[in-house]
């Protein structure tokens, strides 16, 4: 599976969940079925033998084109689903982060059934009680499923989302949990801690390099190096601080943080030079506590990549552009119905 390049994000957009009947078969199919020509809960892959069903895929194709489209539109360009990207096409892009928050979810589920996570009474209490905040907060529950019938949810598969939510909060609780199975994982992830001194190449490349040495220069000289390094970041072009991060996260370009890597603690570097600049690192005492939600999710995201996805020819053959083509038109369509609808009955 292709690393995503969107972040990692386990929280419903909607927020939703609660009790509520069964879905009856031979209801409607919702709008990404329509738009996919399929049918809704034929298995479309399986993630380390997980069966997903069609919809849970479609919900985030559809997520995923819809933050495509918003983006083109704010940056005023024209929509193409065959522009070149890396690794195929915008239209394979698509398909590929789809897949990834699909794989997420589902190895969430994995997990809570490897560590036993499940939800108690009183936590889906809570989530009946989310569900009518939030119907209250779009207008009532009839509006809120409108809303929600335009993203191809009902309630029932809306609070199966939520609920995979609150089994990812679960799983995290149990991470931080001394004792439990899960709690050494996060012993397994690095983080780097470190301060940076700064100066920016601006415009005169080889007036920045002559300051950098004049500040290693001061640095060295200085009676206590780590006493001066803050004040000496202060007055570079960094004002971050000290700040604890983790390796690959692009806190720091590549180079620089191979480098930090390659300090003791309490030790600084030479002068690193980088595209930005200049840069003296010191590496600092780790902070890793501060972290372990990300770091959490990182193992997390990783094993949803490394997961084995198996995919059905009806994935494969399923085009993007075609479908969130027609799920505009289907959009348009029933925001049409509901106008003429409105229309008809008002005096």
């Not at 996260?249 to 002068?271: M, N, R, V, Y």
């Amino acid at each position: 599976m292709r690393k995503r390049v969107t972040a990692l994000a386990l929280v419903l957009c909607l927020g939703l969940s609660g009790c509520a009947p069964q879905k009856k078969e031979e209801e409607k199919a919702s709008l990404l079925g329509r738009a996919a020509e399929l049918g809704e809960e034929m298995i479309l892959l399986t993630v380390d033998g997980r069966e997903v069903p069609a919809w849970r895929y479609l919900y985030w194709l559809a997520f995923t084109c819809d933050q495509v489209r918003e983006k083109y539109k704010d940056s005023g360009l024209t929509l193409d689903w065959e522009a070149p990207v890396t690794g195929g096409t915008l239209a394979n892009y698509a398909k590929d982060q789809a897949l990834a928050s699909t794989a997420l979810y589902a190895t969430v589920e994995n997990w809570a059934e490897r560590y036993g996570c499940a939800l108690s009474e009183r936590e889906r209490a809570a989530l009946a009680e989310t569900w009518e905040e939030q119907s209250a907060a779009h207008g009532g529950e009839e509006a809120y499923l409108k809303e929600l019938a335009g993203l191809g949810l009902d309630r029932l598969r809306a609070e199966e989302l939520a609920e995979v939510g609150m089994l990812y909060a679960k799983l995290y609780d149990l991470c931080l949990t001394e004792g439990s199975e899960l709690s050494g994982l996060l012993e397994n992830v690095d983080s780097l801690t470190v301060d940076r001194i700064l100066i920016s190449a601006g415009e005169d490349r080889e007036a920045a390099r002559e300051r950098a040495a004049e500040v290693f220069s001061r640095l060295n000289g200085a009676e206590d190096p780590a006493a001066a390094f803050p004040a000496l970041a202060a007055e570079g072009d960094d004002g971050a601080g000290p700040r604890t991060f983790l390796p690959g996260d692009g806190t720091l370009p590549q180079a620089l943080e191979e480098a930090a890597k390659a300090l003791e603690e309490g030790q600084f570097s030479g002068i690193l030079e980088s595209e930005e600049g200049f840069s003296i690192l010191r590496r600092l005492a780790g902070q890793g506590e501060a972290l372990a939600g990300e770091a959490f999710d990182r193992l997390l995201q990783e094993a949803a990549e490394g997961s084995l996805v198996r995919t059905t020819p009806a994935y494969d053959s399923l085009d993007a552009a075609a479908f969130d083509g027609t799920l505009e038109e289907l959009r348009t369509a029933g925001e049409r119905e509901s106008s003429a609808s409105w229309k008809i009955s008002s005096p």
